[in-house]
């Protein structure tokens, strides 16, 4: 009698099991709703620059792998002497939320600063969204990070906060604009 109670119990576990696991594969395959934009008009334009800001390549094809073909980045330099970019935007539509949301929690395990003193900005459309600063040990300046993720769509500034270059405050107003930028498309119909 105790045998087959316990195989009625490792039954059950199984059952529960599989049906727990199918659930989120079928999520994975649910399919994004269709949206009257593509990855390049999520991208902030010279046009919505700052004044003295530029965008000399315009949008590339972002060379992450891991991220959906036809994801896409641009390249901003606070003047035409920057050594490198001193914002890169990258923008990312996936097939589905769930793949969106998997992207950004392995995205947002980079190790970095969270409380930034003077970082005041928050997305109130966002469903996720973190910003955090690391200092790499061959650079005496601290690189920022702001990951955002609209449904399917996922954002990614990196800011250099280079002295004489980049400031906090610039970087909080580009991530606003594309904020907008972004919130603006998706309500589009």
């Given at each position: 009698m105790e045998i087959r109670r316990r195989e009625i119990l490792i039954c059950i576990v199984l059952l529960v099991t599989v049906?727990?696991?199918?659930g989120c594969i079928v999520r994975r395959l649910i399919p994004a709703p269709k949206r009257s934009?593509?990855?390049?008009?999520?991208?902030?334009?010279?046009?919505?620059?700052?004044?003295?800001?530029?965008?000399?390549?315009?949008?590339?094809?972002?060379?992450?792998n891991r991220k959906p073909v036809g994801s896409m980045q641009i390249?901003?330099?606070?003047?035409?002497?920057?050594?490198?970019?001193?914002?890169?935007?990258?923008?990312?539509?996936?097939p589905s939320v769930e793949q969106a949301k998997a992207h950004f929690s392995e995205d947002t395990q980079f190790p970095g600063e969270t409380e930034i003193k003077g970082w005041a900005f928050h997305s109130d459309k966002a469903d996720e969204e973190k910003f955090s600063c690391y200092t790499y040990s061959n650079v005496n300046?601290?690189?920022?990070?702001?990951?955002?993720?609209?449904?399917?769509?996922?954002?990614?500034?990196?800011?250099?906060l280079e002295p004489g270059h980049l400031?906090?405050?610039?970087?909080?107003?580009?991530?606003?604009?594309?904020?907008?930028k972004v919130v603006n498309k998706l309500d589009e119909k």
């Open positions: 049906v727990t696991i199918s934009f593509t990855t390049p008009d999520l991208l902030i334009t010279e046009a919505e620059l700052p004044l003295g800001w530029l965008a000399p390549s315009g949008p590339k094809k972002d060379t992450d390249n901003l330099y606070t003047s035409p002497g920057s050594t490198g970019a001193d914002i890169t935007q990258r923008a990312a539509i996936y300046y601290p690189i920022c990070t702001w990951w955002v993720r609209y449904q399917e769509v996922m954002i990614e500034v990196i800011g250099r400031s906090l405050e610039e970087m909080q107003t580009i991530v606003k604009t594309i904020d907008d």
